[in-house]
């Protein structure tokens, strides 16, 4: 897990982060309210998703396709006028939205919070930082434990829970006046059993069974050697694009579900 840096303060971020469209001479405005960024997500909820779509972030009545990120940083935009987890970061015409901008950008601007913090902020991040050149999962947590979030192709644009998930780190982002819950938020754990891709290589049994169920399956893990290395996690994700799932790359319980059910898989994992 990325590690987390000393902790902002919620005035600290609101007050010395401008938006990143600013220029020189123009009139201050007050910090947007991370409510705003929840209460426009919301209104979103039931819309489609699509891998990789593309949303324009000036246009303020789009209403999906959506991919993670690109709902994250919409949203973001519309509420705030502040762009933020995309590249460029100044063109809200060609901005394109991704988890590893989401790291980079906050890593960069110390907007960095632990996750046990984050489920307790409206409007706040959450974060499954993508591997080098794989895709990620981001959220909007609600601060009472749940999210708002562009999930899946099969799910689309949903209200969720935090808990029972892995995330990696929470993100307050730049230029926004966040609250944080006066009662404290707690979420379940995530489960101890996900295969996914970390360093070192996870290897052993389980990993290959699942490489034998996902060359069943006519995917390519490559070798079936028990190590979770890069093909391993690509077939992971593409069964999980071709089942509706939430594409992390990672064999989760809700893949793990999908994939017992599928011949052949179910008493081998």
Not at 63 to 92: K, M, N, T
């Amino acid at each position: 897990m990325p590690e987390t840096p000393q902790l902002p303060s919620l005035s600290a971020i609101a007050a010395s982060r401008s938006p990143s469209h600013a220029f020189a001479g123009a009139p201050v405005q007050p910090p947007a309210v991370a409510d705003a960024i929840l209460t426009l997500a919301r209104t979103h909820i039931g819309e489609t998703y699509v891998l990789g779509a593309r949303a324009p972030m000036c246009n303020k009545d789009w209403h999906g396709p959506w991919d993670c990120a690109e709902f994250c940083s919409w949203c973001l935009y519309q509420a705030s006028d502040i762009l933020f987890g995309v590249e460029p970061r100044h063109d809200p015409m060609r901005a394109d939205a991704y988890t590893g901008y989401w790291a980079a950008q906050a890593r960069a601007a110390g907007t960095i919070v632990p996750i046990d913090r984050a489920v307790g902020i409206a409007g706040a991040f959450l974060l499954r930082e993508p591997q080098s050149g794989r895709v990620g999962h981001i959220a909007i947590s609600d601060g009472a434990g749940g999210t708002v979030e562009a999930h899946s192709s099969k799910l689309g644009v949903i209200a969720s829970q935090a808990g029972g998930r892995r995330w990696d780190y929470g993100i307050l982002a730049p230029g926004i006046r966040y609250f944080a819950s006066a009662s404290p938020v707690t979420v379940a754990p995530p489960p101890t059993d996900i295969l996914r891709l970390t360093e070192p290589m996870l290897r052993g049994d389980e990993v290959r069974r699942l490489q034998q169920c996902l060359a069943d399956l006519g995917l390519q893990p490559g070798s079936i050697d028990g190590v979770f290395g890069p093909q391993t996690e690509a077939a992971v994700a593409a069964f999980q694009a071709s089942q509706g799932l939430l594409v992390d790359g990672e064999f989760g319980p809700a893949t793990r579900k999908a994939m017992k059910a599928m011949k052949g898989c179910g008493k081998r994992l």
